[in-house]
């Protein structure tokens, strides 16, 4: 018995070694590096995909083969007579569909990288700084190697004074009524926006009181801008207004609503009238919706840029409000009414993020009731179509080979669209990696004027050389508000910090730049100097070296006591690395939660 | 009998086995090597030649399936029917030791060549091939694939239990290769005509799979409860045929005792 025993021992001994084995195999097996880029060999420019599932905007094809020549699609078919000596990707296991196209998006940063790198090769941007939306405009008619999206953008939008759309501190020309409309709209034809977007909000939706354009002046706009030869799409967040804006012959609208379900009779009407409607569900169910929150987990952490994670981890002031499921009803009932549906995230709003949202909202639409082949549709030809883009949408002759190629067949399940093996722009292969598209290599950047005083605010909100402007956590979905004013030669900063961020911030930010953002180097100088008085709370200085930090910028903190007092903090004092690399300067209020108050002046960097 | 002593049973008796299969190269090296064979060959050599992986991908579920079923199958019913003509089963049968021991040992012993099989093809896969799955696919697929064992050793233990001796070899290796590649295990399923892919649909190995090749998102889309369903179903029923086997064997040596 005893060497029975002795047995049993070793067995189970040995049976716990092989269990130990056997899961340590499993756990150091190589999973998806997502910095590798694209997988070795994939060709580009001209080339073929073939034998693939294909997805050509409107409906799957199987065993197609690609052909790409020169960043365009020659031939897209089955059993191509290729030439011999083509390079070739075997697309089998694969579904291959058009770039995609997020409907509505708002730009900045590094939006339109990251909207690339995960397959969204168009964005039709619902607002953004005009100046920046001039600035990509003429990328999306190269045929080239790029790193960004494809933009197409309203511009800035139609508003009322301090209405929906002018809290993001990009400039906005408000409206105050319909007789201004048509000089309004030439002025957006000016600066070369490709349609008309119109806020149409009182707030009330979200318990709020806004300021809104009234119905007439929407209407004016509508009508200006289709005189203008644009079409005009409305922001709405009730049936009420969504109707009326139908009624004033808008061709889109950028939202669904939640606060009421459509009626069968009014959602034929909607189709009636010809309208589409960009849903927006990404912005409408909570982002911690189950759809939502497993694309965040089957993502590798590692292929998101520091804005996607801060947008992808915010959350709304307040959380969403119930409706979530009114939303999802209305795209049923207007998808059966026939209604035209345009795939759009509105990111990178909280809980979104640039690209990645795509992929959660074409989950959204299936759970909605589209079908595979219809939500996909969506997100490219319908998109197109909708928005009046030509070229884009749809694997057919001639067309730009923006293409994303996805593991396993999307005609069974549109949810895998996020698992992709390759993405071409332009015929171009799109490198996955973050930062690694374009960062900005120090020769680029400027070196800074000899002055060494940035602004005495003598003369106003001017800065000796580049720029003040307002920053709060806005950015990143919190709440906090800062104005900023010239009064007495000094600049007063006051505002709230208002509670649901983790860092929340609200202040002002001197960028040196010619550009936003863009970096200057200051290697020689020693420390920034200024004046303060304030409140008597800490306040912080943050030292932005690139447009995208990653993490929370290094920081020094200090005290604006009640009487003026110079300050001096010397750039090594910042924890970074290169603090002689200064994209922005931000004087801002952090916790705790409330009221602030604080002056700055004679801003030096030495 | 204290479940102490009964742990320690079950335990012994599947060490015994396993020991015993271990020191039978004629059916250790085959089970082992061939899903490690076929997969260099279908996985490694000609399924990268692409780009693409895909093919090595797709091949590892498959091959995965392939490796857990020669186990269960030669396990039980070539070994079975082995046993059983050599009187070995007869002598175990006079032991106190219970039934359940035996059915568990074999099933063990199943299962640890399975593990080593998967654990095996997995290595080839990752390190040979390229092949880069996410962690929970990794284990979801090891798991799914070991979780084929019940069913497959259900169809041992019914061919085992009608196959006499040495025409149980004979037997399982014309259920084993035909099922296998009729069920898509060497080549994917979607390269054959309609009519064998039809023929699939009736296979366990098709529908097990059919689930693994779901973990990779590589499956013929058809529902989960469909595949779990046919599995449940046809374990049942080979059990059933084991049974049946069983009581016949019975009846036979009793009357051939008289």
Same mark, same amino acid.
């Given at each position: 018995?005893?060497?029975?025993?002795?047995?049993?021992?070793?067995?189970?001994?040995?049976?716990?070694?092989?269990?130990?084995?056997?899961?340590?195999?499993?756990?150091?097996?190589?999973?998806?590096?997502?910095?590798?880029?694209?997988?070795?060999?994939?060709?580009? /420019?001209?080339?073929?995909?073939?034998?693939?599932?294909?997805?050509?905007?409107?409906?799957?094809?199987?065993?197609?083969?690609?052909?790409?020549?020169?960043?365009?699609?020659?031939?897209?078919?089955?059993?191509?007579?290729?030439?011999?000596?083509?390079?070739?990707?075997? #697309?089998?296991? !694969?579904?291959?569909?058009?770039?995609l196209i997020d409907g509505h998006v708002h730009?900045?940063?590094?939006?339109?990288?990251?909207?690339?790198?995960?397959?969204v090769?168009t964005v039709l941007d619902q607002?953004?700084?005009?100046?920046?939306?001039?600035?990509?405009?003429?990328?999306?008619?190269?045929?080239?190697?790029?790193?960004?999206?494809?933009?197409?953008?309203?511009?800035?939008?139609?508003?009322?004074?301090?209405? !929906?759309?002018?809290?993001?501190?990009?400039?906005?020309?408000?409206?105050?009524?319909?007789?201004?409309?048509?000089?309004?709209?030439?002025?957006?034809?000016?600066?070369?926006?490709?349609?008309?977007?119109?806020?149409?909000?009182?707030?009330?939706?979200?318990?709020? /009181?806004?300021?809104?354009?009234?119905?007439?002046?929407?209407?004016?706009?509508?009508?200006?801008?289709?005189?203008?030869?644009?079409?005009?799409v409305?922001h709405?967040?009730?049936?009420?207004?969504?109707?009326?804006?139908?009624?004033?012959?808008?061709?889109g609208l950028v939202h669904v609503?939640?606060?009421?379900?459509?009626?069968?009779?009014?959602?034929?009407?909607?189709?009636?009238?010809?309208?589409f409607v960009v849903p927006t569900l990404s912005v409408m169910?909570?982002?911690?919706?189950?759809?939502?929150?497993?694309?965040?987990?089957?993502?590798?952490?590692?292929?998101?840029?520091?804005?996607?994670?801060?947008?992808?981890?915010?959350?709304?002031?307040?959380?969403?409000?119930?409706?979530?499921?009114?939303?999802?009803?209305?795209?049923?009932?207007?998808?059966?009414?026939?209604?035209?549906l345009v795939a759009g995230t509105d990111s990178?709003n $909280?809980?979104t993020?640039?690209?990645?949202s795509m !992929?959660g909202e074409l989950?959204l639409l299936?759970?909605?009731?589209?079908?595979?082949?219809?939500?996909?549709?969506a997100a490219?030809?319908v998109a197109?179509?909708a928005f009046?883009?030509?070229?884009?949408?749809?694997?057919?002759?001639?067309?730009?080979?923006?293409?994303? %190629?996805?593991? #396993?067949? %999307?005609?069974?399940?549109?949810?895998?669209? !996020?698992?992709?093996?390759?993405?071409?722009?332009?015929?171009?292969?799109?490198?996955?990696?973050?930062?690694?598209?374009?960062?900005?290599?120090?020769?680029?950047?400027?070196?800074?004027?000899?002055?060494?005083?940035?602004?005495?605010? /003598?003369?106003?909100?001017?800065?000796?050389?580049?720029?003040?402007?307002?920053?709060?956590?806005?950015?990143?979905?919190?709440?906090?508000?800062?104005?900023?004013?010239?009064?007495?030669?000094?600049?007063?900063?006051?505002?709230?910090?208002?509670?649901?961020?983790?860092?929340?911030?609200?202040?002002?930010?001197?960028?040196?730049?010619?550009?936003?953002?863009?970096?200057?180097?200051?290697?020689?100088?020693?420390?920034?100097?200024?004046?303060?008085?304030?409140?008597?709370?800490?306040?912080?200085?943050?030292?932005?070296?690139?447009?995208?930090?990653?993490?929370?910028?290094?920081?020094?903190?200090?005290?604006? $006591? /009640?009487?003026?007092?110079?300050?001096?903090?010397?750039?090594?004092?910042?924890?970074?690395?290169?603090?002689?690399?200064?994209?922005? %300067?931000?004087?801002?209020?952090?916790?705790?939660? #409330?009221?602030?108050?604080?002056?700055?002046?004679?801003?030096?960097?030495? | 009998?204290?479940?102490?002593?009964?742990?320690?049973?079950?335990?012994?008796?599947?060490?015994?086995?396993?020991?015993?299969?271990?020191?039978?190269?004629?059916?250790?090296?085959?089970?082992?090597?061939?899903?490690?064979?076929?997969?260099?060959?279908?996985?490694?050599?000609?399924?990268?030649?692409?780009? *693409?992986?895909?093919?090595?991908?797709?091949?590892?579920?498959?091959?995965?399936?392939?490796?857990?079923?020669?186990?269960?199958?030669?396990?039980?019913?070539?070994?079975?029917?082995?046993?059983?003509?050599?009187?070995?089963?007869?002598? &175990?049968?006079?032991?106190?030791?219970?039934?359940?021991?035996?059915?568990?040992? &074999?099933?063990?012993?199943?299962?640890?060549?399975?593990?080593?099989?998967?654990?095996?093809?997995?290595?080839?896969?990752?390190?040979?091939?390229?092949?880069?799955?996410?962690?929970?696919?990794?284990?979801?697929?090891?798991?799914?694939?070991?979780?084929?064992?019940?069913?497959?050793?259900? +169809?041992?233990?019914?061919?085992?239990?009608?196959?006499?001796?040495?025409?149980?070899?004979?037997?399982?290796?014309?259920?084993?290769?035909?099922?296998?590649?009729?069920?898509?295990?060497?080549?994917?399923?979607?390269?054959?005509?309609?009519?064998?892919?039809?023929?699939?649909?009736?296979?366990?190995?098709?529908?097990?799979?059919?689930?693994? +090749? &779901?973990?990779?998102?590589?499956?013929?889309?058809?529902?989960?409860?469909?595949?779990?369903?046919?599995?449940?179903?046809?374990?049942?029923?080979?059990?059933?045929?084991?049974?049946?086997?069983?009581?016949?064997?019975?009846?036979? *040596?009793?009357?051939?005792?008289?």
């Amino acid at each position: 018995m005893k060497s029975a025993r002795h047995l049993v021992g070793r067995s189970l001994t040995w049976l716990a070694i092989g269990v130990v084995v056997f899961t340590g195999v499993l756990a150091t097996l190589p999973v998806p590096q997502a910095a590798d880029g694209p997988a070795r060999g994939v060709p580009e /420019e001209t080339f073929a995909i073939v034998d693939v599932t294909a997805f050509d905007g409107e409906a799957f094809r199987q065993g197609w083969d690609v052909w790409v020549e020169d960043g365009r699609i020659r031939h897209a078919g089955q059993k191509l007579d290729l030439p011999e000596d083509l390079p070739r990707l075997d #697309g089998r296991g !694969h579904t291959l569909i058009p770039g995609l196209i997020d409907g509505h998006v708002h730009s900045f940063l590094s939006t339109l990288r990251d909207a690339l790198r995960f397959g969204v090769t168009t964005v039709l941007d619902q607002s953004t700084d005009p100046a920046f939306a001039a600035a990509q405009r003429p990328a999306r008619e190269e045929v080239a190697r790029g790193t960004e999206a494809d933009l197409f953008s309203a511009g800035m939008t139609a508003t009322a004074p301090e209405g !929906h759309g002018t809290q993001y501190g990009i400039p906005v020309e408000t409206l105050t009524g319909p007789d201004e409309a048509t000089e309004w709209v030439r002025a957006r034809k000016t600066e070369g926006s490709d349609w008309i977007k119109i806020i149409y909000e009182d707030g009330s939706a979200f318990d709020m /009181e806004i300021p809104s354009l009234d119905g007439e002046t929407v209407a004016a706009v509508i009508a200006a801008a289709h005189a203008e030869g644009l079409a005009a799409v409305v922001h709405v967040s009730t049936l009420e207004t969504a109707l009326e804006a139908m009624a004033f012959g808008a061709d889109g609208l950028v939202h669904v609503w939640r606060d009421e379900v459509v009626s069968e009779a009014d959602a034929r009407r909607f189709r009636e009238a010809g309208i589409f409607v960009v849903p927006t569900l990404s912005v409408m169910v909570s982002a911690d919706d189950s759809a939502l929150a497993a694309l965040v987990r089957e993502t590798d952490e590692t292929m998101l840029s520091p804005i996607q994670r801060q947008t992808l981890d915010g959350r709304f002031p307040g959380g969403l409000a119930e409706g979530g499921d009114v939303a999802m009803e209305n795209v049923r009932r207007l998808r059966a009414a026939g209604v035209r549906l345009v795939a759009g995230t509105d990111s990178p709003n $909280p809980g979104t993020g640039a690209g990645i949202s795509m !992929h959660g909202e074409l989950r959204l639409l299936a759970r909605a009731g589209m079908g595979n082949a219809e939500a996909l549709a969506a997100a490219t030809s319908v998109a197109a179509d909708a928005f009046g883009i030509a070229g884009r949408g749809r694997i057919a002759e001639g067309r730009l080979a923006d293409l994303v %190629l996805v593991r #396993g067949d %999307l005609e069974r399940d549109v949810s895998r669209s !996020h698992d992709i093996v390759a993405i071409w722009k332009d015929g171009y292969l799109v490198d996955r990696a973050v930062g690694s598209a374009g960062a900005g290599p120090l020769a680029e950047i400027a070196p800074a004027p000899a002055e060494t005083l940035v602004a005495d605010f /003598e003369d106003g909100f001017e800065a000796r050389f580049g720029a003040w402007d307002v920053t709060t956590d806005q950015l990143t979905g919190g709440a906090s508000s800062a104005n900023a004013a010239v009064r007495d030669g000094a600049l007063v900063v006051t505002g709230e910090i208002a509670p649901g961020l983790a860092f929340p911030w609200a202040g002002v930010i001197w960028m040196p730049g010619a550009q936003p953002m863009q970096p200057v180097d200051f290697s020689g100088r020693e420390a920034i100097r200024f004046r303060t008085r304030g409140d008597g709370r800490q306040y912080s200085v943050m030292l932005i070296s690139t447009a995208e930090p990653a993490g929370p910028p290094p920081a020094v903190t200090f005290i604006a $006591p /009640e009487e003026w007092t110079w300050l001096e903090i010397r750039l090594e004092d910042f924890p970074t690395a290169t603090p002689e690399i200064i994209a922005g %300067l931000a004087f801002v209020a952090e916790e705790p939660v #409330g009221a602030y108050t604080f002056e700055v002046d004679e801003v030096e960097v030495r | 009998m204290t479940p102490g002593r009964r742990f320690r049973i079950y335990l012994l008796e599947a060490r015994f086995q396993f020991v015993e299969v271990l020191r039978e190269p004629m059916f250790a090296i085959p089970t082992l090597a061939f899903p490690l064979i076929f997969y260099l060959f279908f996985g490694v050599i000609m399924g990268t030649r692409g780009v *693409s992986l895909a093919v090595p991908t797709y091949v590892l579920a498959t091959y995965g399936v392939f490796g857990v079923l020669g186990p269960a199958l030669f396990g039980f019913g070539a070994g079975l029917a082995n046993e059983r003509d050599t009187g070995v089963l007869l002598l &175990k049968q006079t032991t106190p030791m219970p039934a359940g021991a035996y059915l568990f040992a &074999k099933v063990m012993a199943a299962l640890i060549f399975g593990a080593v099989v998967v654990a095996a093809l997995f290595l080839m896969a990752a390190h040979a091939a390229g092949v880069a799955l996410y962690r929970w696919q990794w284990f979801a697929l090891a798991g799914v694939l070991l979780a084929g064992v019940i069913p497959f050793c259900a +169809l041992g233990l019914a061919i085992g239990a009608w196959a006499r001796g040495r025409s149980a070899v004979a037997v399982v290796n014309l259920v084993f290769l035909p099922m296998a590649m009729l069920s898509g295990l060497w080549l994917p399923i979607y390269m054959f005509p309609d009519v064998m892919q039809d023929i699939a649909l009736a296979l366990p190995a098709y529908h097990h799979a059919q689930l693994a +090749l &779901k973990v990779i998102a590589m499956d013929a889309g058809q529902p989960v409860p469909t595949h779990l369903a046919v599995l449940v179903a046809e374990t049942l029923a080979f059990l059933a045929v084991a049974a049946l086997g069983f009581r016949r064997a019975d009846s036979f *040596s009793m009357r051939r005792s008289r």
